[in-house]
């Protein structure tokens, strides 16, 4: 355990040390992305131990970009003020279609979410100019400036992404966080055990569909906000940033990391945007290179590299443990 400790505490040293060594925008860029996918696949993998599969990660991120949208280029909302409401906001789709849903079991909840967002892209596709935009949505502004007591201020700009490097970092901490306290609380174990035998769990009188709504909502408000920044950072976005394509991802990216726990769709997201940097060079073969890669994790790592990590260490403790003991000689 202390190991551990040490490792997540080098690497959040790290990271939030890096624009003392580097301030290339590129560089910067790749983590912030990556940041705004480790949300989602965390948030993908709580549900997921709640029993419940769902490809509408996207469709709520989506949700949460444009009301931000709405609440700061229409109705004149700051960033700061519209930011928490566009989580409540995509909580509250993801209650009210969680609610008469989440009773289904297995590919027919998966089907209602892809249905669900299927509605969203043509909506948000064909009817947009209803709310004053076209398709796509362009110089959406940047978040305003902090004054840390008086002594400092903190400004965003599209022209230098150390601001929104920390920013982002500071609002994956407080998700990764969070979410790590929820799912080692009691209703955290609630949602193992349902993932483990919800029959089971029914039998003692736990209410299923009230805690898979619980974990449900919760995802969507967690998505919803990370919506917000990724609009506000990217300052465009359109329909075409929230298609299927982007929940598969965040699937990808928490089944290759590995599902038995909470690191593994953390090193997922690592690796998937490790290997899209690999293969820029080669950006129409990056669908086939990840298929090819989930389908050889799935067949010979079913853990993922968490999985195979854990295994790995498992069975180095054993050979240990098997190993003779040397015998001290005795004195002559």
């Excluded at 790290?14 to 301030?23: D, S, V, W």
């Excluded at 979410?179 to 009188?205: N, P």
Aim: with cysteine.
């Amino acid at each position: 355990m202390r190991a551990k400790q040490i490792a997540v505490g080098v690497l959040v040293v790290a990271l939030f040390a890096l624009p003392l060594f580097t301030r290339d925008p590129y560089y910067l860029h790749i983590l912030i992305i990556a940041g705004i996918q480790c949300v989602l696949a965390v948030g993908f993998w709580m549900l997921l131990s709640a029993g419940n599969i769902t490809v509408a990660q996207a469709s709520f991120l989506g949700i949460g970009s444009y009301m931000s949208v709405i609440l700061v280029m229409k109705l004149g909302w700051t960033f700061w003020e519209a930011f928490p409401i566009c989580g409540i906001i995509a909580g509250i789709f993801g209650l009210l279609l969680g609610l008469p849903t989440l009773r289904l079991r297995g590919v027919y909840f998966v089907m209602v979410t892809v249905g669900f967002g299927m509605i969203l892209r043509t909506v948000w596709a064909r009817y947009w100019w209803a709310f004053g935009f076209h398709t796509g949505v362009i110089d959406i502004p940047a978040p305003g400036s902090i004054s840390l007591f008086g002594l400092y201020t903190i400004e965003f700009s599209s022209t230098s992404k150390v601001s929104f490097y920390y920013l982002t970092m500071i609002f994956v901490a407080v998700i990764l966080f969070t979410v790590y306290r929820l799912t080692h609380s009691r209703v955290g174990l609630t949602f193992a055990a349902i993932r483990s035998a919800d029959d089971l769990s029914a039998s003692v009188g736990i209410d299923l569909s009230r805690y898979r709504v619980i974990a449900f909502t919760l995802v969507c408000f967690f998505a919803g906000i990370t919506g917000s920044l990724y609009a506000h950072y990217s300052s465009f976005i359109s329909n075409e940033n929230f298609g299927f394509q982007q929940s598969a991802n965040v699937l990808m990216a928490t089944v290759i990391g590995g599902t038995g726990a909470f690191a593994g769709p953390i090193i997922g997201t690592g690796f998937m945007a490790l290997l899209s940097e690999v293969l820029r060079p080669l950006q129409e073969y990056i669908p086939l290179v990840q298929g090819a890669i989930l389908i050889l994790v799935m067949v010979f790592m079913p853990g993922g590299i968490w999985g195979a990590v854990q295994s790995g260490a498992d069975w180095t403790k054993q050979r240990r443990s098997l190993a003779p003991k040397a015998v001290p000689e005795k004195p002559s």
